[in-house]
């Protein structure tokens, strides 16, 4: 008797337990929804900064820059990519003053000469991107071409398809095709630009077969099916050369570090010890030193880069 009465009124307390808690968090998703509205007015705020940095990228200066980091497939606006530069060079000042015991004008010196090489070598390594990627897809447009003529499609609704199916920065391309000749412009003349604006040399004999095999009549599905197959074995070519040369693509980014590291490291271990680096001699060993090390970089980036 008494076990049941315990437990039928810790049940009910249970369900009032219960039904408070459901009834605070009501309230308190009604408060956080008020509080949202009353500060923000249902709208995101930003700061002045942020503001500043909308108006410059909608500036004709800011648009260069734009075509530059979209080259190289870097997604940022030009107001961010001006701000991760203060931003890297702070750090780097405060890394080499803290860590590396460097004077604080050198430290600027050092911080502005690392970013303008960080900068110059990632626009290097990371030029044409764009452009190498949308070669990648080459073999995937081929097919989806010739699958297209061979059910019946015109060239022309095949870039059509080409345009709904295909990922990007292909997808873009084909777009841009595809409403140019829809607006009336001829077909040649839309993909002789679309070449221009690629500038691919596997682009280029993919355009060239098209435009000839359309000129001179045949099977364009077999031409291209044969071609995608052709590009495809191209492409795992060259992923194979990429994989083998891996180690030694790792050795040309490690070799220009590891001695910068270590004399920045014996610097704050012996005071003093960059000291006869700024005197006239050593301003030519230093000169002499960084030319050496970005020679070495190359030197074995070319030997790496292997052209199929």
Known sequence: MIAALVTTIATLVFIIALNFFLEYRKEKREWKKQVH?????????KSYIVLLGDRFDRTETAQPIYEKLRAANIPLTPSEYFGAQVVAVMGFVIVLGNFFNLNFLISIFVSLMFLEGGKRLVFLLRKNIIKQRLAQQLPEICRLLANATRSGMTLNQGVQLAAQEISEPAKSEFKRLAQEISLGIDFNTAIRSMEKRIDNREFKLFVATILIQK???????????????????????MQEIKTMTAEQRYVAYIVPVIPIFLVLMMNNIIE?????LFTGLGVILLLLFIGGTFLTFFLVRKVTNIRV
């Open 37 to 45: 509205d009353f500060y923000s007015n249902g709208e995101k705020r």
């Open 215 to 237: 000129k001179a009549g045949g099977n364009l599905f077999s031409v291209l099916d044969e071609m995608g197959q052709t590009l495809e074995e191209r492409k795992i070519l």
């Open 272 to 276: 003093g010890f960059l000291d006869p």
